[in-house]
Structure formats: C-alpha cells, structure tokens
C-alpha cells in the first residue's frame, strides 16, 4: 500500500480491462499472439485534479477529451499516474513507454526528480501547455504563485522529448525552451456537441424562443474570462449596427454577480 496499492485504484483497473478489451478486438479472436510493432503504445499521464472525480476544464479541453477519441484511444492505453508513485516505482510495474505532463500538475519540487527519473528509464514525456504560464501579469498572479513556479515549468519544457501548445504565438515562445513544439489547436469535440440531446435535457427558453432566421452565437466560459468577452464585444456590436440577425449566447463568461452592461448578449445559466 505504500508503492502499487496506491496507484491501484479504479480508474488504474479500467485503464487495464480497456487495454485487454483493446488487444481482443485488434486480434479478431480472443489473446491472439502479437506482432512485433503491435501493441499499442502505453502512456502515463500526469494531470492536476482538484478531486479525485474531477477535473479542470482545461485538462477535460486538452487532455482528457483527446484520449476518449476512438482514433486516439485505439492507439494508445493511458493510464493515469500519481506522481509519487511513479517517482518510487523502481521495478516500473507500470511499464509506460512515454508520459503525457499537463501544465503545472507537476509540484515544483518534484520537477528535478521527475526529470532524471525519465531520463535513468530512458523514458521521454510530452509537455503540454495551453497558457503563457511563465509570464503571467502581476495583477493576475494571485500571491506571486506562478511567478515563483516560473522556472520549474521552464525546465519541464526544456528537458521535454516534445511540447505541445495550443496556439502559433504560444509556439513561438515555447522554442526558446524547446525546438520540438507541435500546435494542437483548441477544437470542439464531436461527443458532447453534436450528439443528439437527450429528451430529459431542458433547451433553455431564450434559445427556443429566438427566431428561426437569428445567427444563434455561443460563447462558454469561466467567471474569469470578462477581458475576453471584451474582445469580441465591439465586433457584436458592428453586426447588430449593419443589422445583421445574430444573437450572442454565453455560458459562464464573467462574474454573475458582477454589474456591467450585458445587453449585448443573453445569458444562460
């Protein structure tokens, strides 16, 4: 319980009945020898959870949604990791073959000894970044939280086999830690958006009641994103003052209770 029991949970056994059921499947009958070259590829993940069955909307966004795909998920087995674990795994019972790093889900403390352990196992990771996190404004960097976790984060990058952003000028930036850095744009996944909705599911009425011609726009967001709600806010304006029929719809997007002028979109909550 003090090494493998901890990382032994649920999740780690649905991880190993989906890479069974996966090996069955890809063999057309039942523990088929395999090829050499096969198999599929076994990946550890490190994300940060601010509970067990929860995740941030980011990792669902840059991660998780990623590894549900079946074009993904037929490719490779994740397997979800507990850093501590991991760094005391020395018979690698987890036999990973690379590691998926999200963002800060690495403890600054941690990072020096993550990174030799990868490289005594001959083991690379991915770097997975979809914020400037090492130069967040002072106004926005609550206790000076990122500030000091800076450097951390820009080892991580530079000690990465690949790191993956999610924007051209995020690329840009990245290179001066890393030469090998892919864009994986910010993309709506088919799952939850084109699925046909459930009929216990309640359309709001604002959407129901606007008219069959209006250009129906929807922005989902957290509290935190009002300067960004700015951006778009005057080219709103200019298509509702040419008359254009377009209405904007948003999700979270800014505080609820904060007072500003919300006659430019309707809300849903």
Known sequence: QRSYGRQNSTVTMAAKYQELYQQVLAADRSFKQEQPGQRNLKLGVLIKRPHPDHAYPSTHIRVLEWLKHPDISKRLNAQFLNIDVFLQ??????????????????????????????????????????????????????????????????????????????????????????????????VLSEFPWFAPLNKSVEVPELILEAPAHLLKVLYMGNPTHTEDLAMIRPVFERLRKEGHPVQLFVIGGEPETQESDTNWYQRLV
């Open 89 to 186: 795994d020395e018979h690698r019972v987890f036999e990973l073959d690379a590691i998926l790093i999200q963002r800060n889900a690495i403890e600054p403390h941690l990072v020096r000894s993550l990174v030799e352990t990868c490289r005594q196992r001959n083991l690379p990771y991915v770097f997975e970044l979809d914020d400037d996190l090492m130069n967040v404004p002072a106004e926005k960097d609550l206790n000076g939280f990122y500030a000091r976790n800076a450097s951390s984060l820009e080892a991580l990058a530079t000690e990465a086999a690949a790191v993956t952003v999610s924007t051209e000028s995020l690329a840009e930036k990245l290179k001066q830690f890393n030469q090998n850095v892919t864009i994986v744009p910010n």
